[in-house]
């Protein structure tokens, strides 16, 4: 018995060895370290972006004004393991800190981004975390893909047209979209849910529910709704036309 005990003690202790010995190879040093205390970054930022990539643990907040701006919150331990790249206008956000569980990681890194006024807006979010707006983000079109992420979006737009997209049944991305949008594409396939009954699409609105989770919408014009699933479509607004097909035991329902 003492023998076996001994076996398990040299085991686990082998594993957190090897573990500790990756987490010093890393740039930035050992893992076993705090945060350290909070800290602001601004970082150059020549031209503002229309495709933004976010990779790892981080919260976005975007605002739209005159001049391009990029600003880091987070533990003055941390920010170097942050990267920002921008390649012609696109800016890719990574987050390549490790060993998280060794830390006291009650900080999430926050990133304060600021676009100009422009006419198209792409992001890619394969995190977890938020994306939110701090005003009203006035495009000609704006586009968000989600790939195995967690967290949420939380936007106020005003756009001609929009794309919200979660691909992966393994995703869990809550969606809050407010403001006024012409036309609406939604592909919900996870988990998190989509709701846009604060976001009046006056022209034509396609859902393609995929997901398990209930969606609401605001359909002023043409609704047309794909439910392939078990979620529900909640739907409020006047739309004049309503086209529904799909397999699933999801159903399409108004409400006020």
Not at 194 to 209: A, I, K, M, S
Request: hydrophobic share 35%; aromatic share 12%; charged share 20%.
């Amino acid at each position: 018995m003492k023998k076996q005990k001994s076996i398990v003690i040299l085991f686990f202790t082998f594993v957190l060895s090897m573990m500790l010995d990756a987490c010093t190879k890393e740039e930035n040093g050992g893992c076993i370290t705090s945060t350290g205390k909070i800290v602001y970054e601004e970082r150059s930022l020549l031209a503002s972006p229309d495709t933004l990539i976010i990779e790892g643990e981080m919260d976005v907040y975007i605002t739209m004004d005159r001049k391009p701006r990029l600003y880091f919150q987070s533990g003055e331990n941390l920010l170097a393991g942050v990267v920002s790249t921008l390649i012609g206008k696109k800016l890719t956000l990574e987050d390549f800190n490790t060993c998280d569980f060794l830390r006291n990681m009650g900080v999430r890194t926050k990133v304060f981004l600021t676009v100009t006024p422009q006419s198209f807006l792409f992001i890619e979010f394969e995190s977890s975390g938020v994306i939110s707006s701090t005003n009203t983000l006035s495009l000609d079109s704006i586009r968000i893909e989600c790939r195995n992420g967690g967290g949420t979006v939380n936007l106020d737009i005003e756009t001609a047209k929009a794309w919200f997209i979660q691909h992966s049944g393994t995703g869990s991305v809550d969606f809050h979209i407010h403001g006024k949008s012409g036309y609406t594409f939604v592909y919900c396939m996870g988990y998190g849910p989509f709701d846009l009954r604060d976001l009046c699409t006056t022209g034509y609105l396609h859902f393609v529910h995929l997901g398990s989770n209930n969606c609401w919408v605001n359909a002023g014009g043409i609704l047309q709704a794909e439910i392939w699933s078990k979620g529900d479509l909640y739907y409020t607004g006047s739309p004049f036309t309503i086209w529904l097909k799909g397999e699933g035991s999801g159903r399409l329902i108004p409400f006020d």
